[in-house]
Structure formats: C-alpha cells, structure tokens
C-alpha cells in the first residue's frame, strides 16, 4: 500500500490493517489475536474483498488507486447512512473520494421522485452542459443583453 509520493504508509484502519496481515501471509487466527479484534471482525473484512472480486478499499481515496470503476466503489455502491437528530446525513470518506469532494468541498443533491442523487461537480456540470445544448440556443446570441433589453422595455412601459 504505498502512497503516491511512493513511500510506504501505515494502514489506517483495522480493515486496512487485517488486509495488510493478510497480505503478508499471516493466518486469520493470528490477525484477530495481533490487534486485538475477534475473528469473525477479520473474516467478514476478507471474505468481503473476496465478494468485491479481491478489491480492497480504505477510508483514505489516495489509497483506492485499483481500477478507479469499480475498486473504489465499495460493497457496490450500496451504504447504510444514519441520519442525526439534526437531520445530519454522513457520507462515508471513501464515496467522497470517489466523488471528489474533500472536506469542505460542494456536492450537488438532486431529488427525482423517490430518490435523492448526489452528484460530484463534475458530473453536475455535465447535466448543466447537456441541458444547455439541448436548448439548440443559437452560440451567437447574447441573452443577457436581450433579457436587459426586455426589461428596459418594461419599465419604459410602466413609466
């Protein structure tokens, strides 16, 4: 697990660091004794890489460099969220990175029907570039200039 300076960090979770035990050849029983977790904590965690087709992600996006599709997109997309008595949704820090938002970053939020789709800036500026090209507005036109126009018109009308 190395970083992209290329130096070697240390795992940052426990599931980061079973899977770096695991790696290193150490059996379950070992792992679950050397930090202390049960041993059904380190199965789930290795048995679920192996459902997720052997893709280990972490909390930390810089690590979930495998096949950006699919590697960094745990348990297939699927999370529970709690929500907090203030209405506090938490997203977790690996769907963040997956979505380019660091801390203090902006996502956008769209309600369809049943659904709440959160959308990475990216993505959210690709919506707004195909809606704006399927308004078929002629490039040459200048629509704030028309839009003041009409309005200098209507108040030369109330006047």
């Given amino acids: 697990m190395s970083s ?3 130096f070697e960090q240390a795992p940052r979770t426990v599931a980061d660091q079973i899977r770096a035990l695991a790696a290193q050849g150490h059996a379950r029983a070992d ?13 789930n965690v290795l048995e679920g890489d192996k459902l997720r087709g052997g ?33 506090t949704v938490r ?19 769209v309600l369809e029907a049943d659904r709440f789709v959160i959308l990475s800036g990216h993505a959210a500026m690709d919506r707004v570039r195909a809606l704006v090209a399927s308004l078929s507005i002629d490039p040459k036109r200048v629509l ?16």
Avoid: C, W
Avoid at 152 to 158: I, L, N, P, Q, T
């Fill in 31 to 43: 792992i679950a004794r050397m930090l202390g977790k049960r041993y059904q904590h380190v199965r």
């Fill in 55 to 87: 893709v280990a992600t972490s909390g930390d996006p810089a690590r979930n460099t495998v096949g950006v599709a699919e590697a960094s997109i745990p348990f297939g997309g699927v999370h529970r969220l709690s929500i907090e008595a203030d209405g």
């Fill in 91 to 109: 997203l977790p820090a690996d769907v963040l990175g997956v979505l380019g938002a660091p801390a203090g970053g902006v996502l956008i939020g």
């Fill in 144 to 159: 704030s200039e028309e839009l003041i126009a009409e309005r200098r018109a209507e108040a030369a009308a109330d006047d």
């Fill in 4 to 6: 992209a300076s290329g």
